[in-house]
């Protein structure tokens, strides 16, 4: 029967809204805390002096009230700014071990870029709001980020 499920219209409902963002960026996986020869042990052909490129897929996940008035949970046109400020600006056409102080001391594994994003996206969004990093590294690699 029509409105008769459990949850009533009024109840406060959650929801998850999602945008999804590319950037290019290269990077080479080189920790200051190996040695030469360990890096090359653990990183392989990522460790390459040269380097290599990626483009990477971030989706922005945010949780929330769905605000009975607005019918949302946040303004996806907000959200759209936040990411262009922390992931497009910093990171995209960029080299993220020259171009990035954080990624200086800071292995830029695809983990680490995401608790970058995590860590500055928390920043600029409404309290309590962020809910998932997930970016896809490469069609195949993927990592997820909760700020745990
Ligand atoms: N835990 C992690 N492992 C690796 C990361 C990382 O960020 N976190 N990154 C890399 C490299 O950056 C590399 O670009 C990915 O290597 P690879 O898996 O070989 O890349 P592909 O998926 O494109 O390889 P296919 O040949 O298509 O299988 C390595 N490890
Ligand atoms: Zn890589």
């Not at 999804?20 to 960026?25: D, L």
């Not at 990077?27 to 052909?45: A, F, M, Q, T, W």
């Not at 929330?64 to 700014?81: C, E, Q, S, Y």
């Not at 995590?118 to 409404?126: G, I, Q, R």
């Amino acid at each position: 029967m029509a409105g008769s499920s459990a949850q009533s219209s009024t109840a406060e409902r959650i929801g998850y809204i999602s945008r999804i963002e590319s950037f290019s960026a290269c990077h080479r996986l080189h920790s200051i805390h190996l040695s030469d020869e360990e890096n090359k042990e653990v990183y392989g052909k990522c460790n390459n002096p040269n380097g290599h490129g990626h483009n990477y897929k971030v989706e922005v996940t945010v949780r929330g009230k769905i605000d009975a008035k607005t019918g949302m949970v946040m303004n996806l046109t907000d959200l759209k700014k936040c990411i262009e400020e922390v992931i497009m600006i910093p990171l995209d056409h960029k080299n993220l071990d020259k171009d990035v102080p954080y990624f200086t001391t800071v292995v830029s594994t695809t983990e680490n870029v995401a608790v970058y994003i995590w860590d500055n996206m928390v920043k600029v969004l409404p309290p309590g709001l962020l809910y998932e990093i997930k970016i896809h590294e490469t069609d195949k690699n993927v990592v997820v980020y909760r700020g745990e």
